[in-house]
């Protein structure tokens, strides 16, 4: 696993939505392919990142005008990882960078571009 590549196993076909869509669509399409994280591209630069449990709390809660478009409420300071870093790497940012909640997913970013997402998941199928 020390020396298992990223690119090996990262997803590279990924679900991604644009900055200008409405949330309530996004979440749809979170909701429609059963994920938990939708990274948000502008011309194939990963520019934010949303989530289902953000999203969906700020719904239920009501918290989102009509015509919200994600640019208003993604995450813009994405923690990311390249292709070519190791699944030890990959899992020291998601432990690193989880704060005090649950970082699952990381998106692949190579010359600023999205290429692929890893999840906890992928890395735990590998490790068994």
Same mark, same amino acid.
Not at 17 to 46: C, G, H, Q, R, W
Not at 48 to 65: S, W
Not at 70 to 91: F, K, Q, R, W, Y
């Given at each position: 696993?020390?020396?298992?590549?990223?690119?090996?196993?990262? !997803?590279?076909? *990924?679900?991604?939505?644009?900055?200008?869509?409405?949330?309530?669509?996004?979440?749809?399409?979170?909701?429609?392919?059963?994920?938990?994280?939708?990274?948000?591209?502008?011309?194939?630069?990963?520019?934010?990142?949303? !989530?289902? !449990?953000?999203?969906?709390?700020?719904?239920?809660?009501?918290?989102?005008?009509?015509?919200?478009?994600?640019?208003?409420?993604?995450?813009?300071?994405?923690?990311? *990882?390249?292709?070519?870093?190791?699944?030890?790497?990959?899992?020291?940012?998601?432990?690193?960078?989880?704060?005090?909640?649950?970082?699952?997913?990381?998106?692949? *970013?190579?010359?600023?571009?999205?290429?692929?997402?890893?999840?906890?998941?992928?890395?735990?199928?590998?490790?068994?």
């Amino acid at each position: 696993m020390k020396t298992r590549k990223v690119c090996e196993i990262m !997803t590279s076909d *990924v679900i991604t939505t644009t900055p200008d869509i409405d949330v309530v669509y996004a979440f749809e399409k979170l909701m429609e392919y059963k994920i938990s994280s939708l990274p948000v591209v502008d011309n194939e630069k990963l520019v934010g990142i949303i !989530t289902a !449990t953000d999203v969906g709390h700020n719904l239920i809660l009501d918290k989102y005008e009509l015509g919200t478009s994600v640019d208003e409420i993604m995450i813009t300071d994405v923690v990311t *990882v390249s292709p070519e870093d190791t699944l030890e790497t990959a899992i020291n940012v998601m432990k690193e960078s989880a704060g005090s909640g649950i970082l699952n997913q990381l998106p692949v *970013v190579e010359d600023g571009k999205l290429v692929g997402i890893i999840s906890d998941g992928d890395i735990i199928q590998e490790i068994f």
